[in-house]
């Protein structure tokens, strides 16, 4: 049985631990002309913790944890920096993006009939096949992209733009930043990363027992039961 994607939503939710938090705020730049990025995302993985910067490239977090932080901008290679909340406290960050270049070539052009069935293969090993996962919905499969593997019977795929999966069951909105996936129709063999950050779908309350209910028996709360001798 397939729990893939659904399963990262555990971590999301449930594995934060109570941190000190700092500002964190800085610029975002073209690195070619050090023009100002405006609207570039600015997050720490795994968290719903972000900002988008203004006209102006600036950004602001006041809620900031120690993580990765992912910059990332339309057209843009993607930067990931490594923030300590108590070394940055008091700085002000400059990031500098560079343009991303072209690589169509890498791109396959299939017929419908083929990216149709691709697209069920990386639905089925990303969300998985559970109750759970179906649940949940990416809704904006025409971002994936699918490349030459360069393997037989292999798949590959990344996103240019980040995957938008909506959740009802747990009442979340996670964009998923897709860097690479692969899967092998021989072997089963799959896997893939990518950069997380997720949003609160209305009032917890309505989304409360269901999360619990996620929670307790997953493989996290087993392992936190272990270290607390439970």
Known sequence: MLTRFYNIIFCLIFSATVCAQQNFAGRVLNEKDDTPLSGASIYINNTSIGSISNDKGEFFISNAISGDVIISSIGYERLVFKLNTKEAAGKWFVFKLAKKETMLTDVLILPDATRKRFLRLFTENFLGITEEADMSKIT????????????????????????????????????????????????????FYGYTRYEEMGDKKRWKKNREKAYYGSTLHFFRSLINNE
């Open 140 to 191: 904006n499969l025409n971002a994936i992209n699918f490349a030459n593997p360069n393997e037989k019977y292999a798949i590959k795929a990344y996103s240019d733009t980040p995957l938008i999966i909506v959740n009802k069951k747990l009442g979340y909105t996670i964009k998923f930043e897709l860097v690479d996936f692969y899967f092998n129709e021989n072997t089963g063999q799959s896997s």
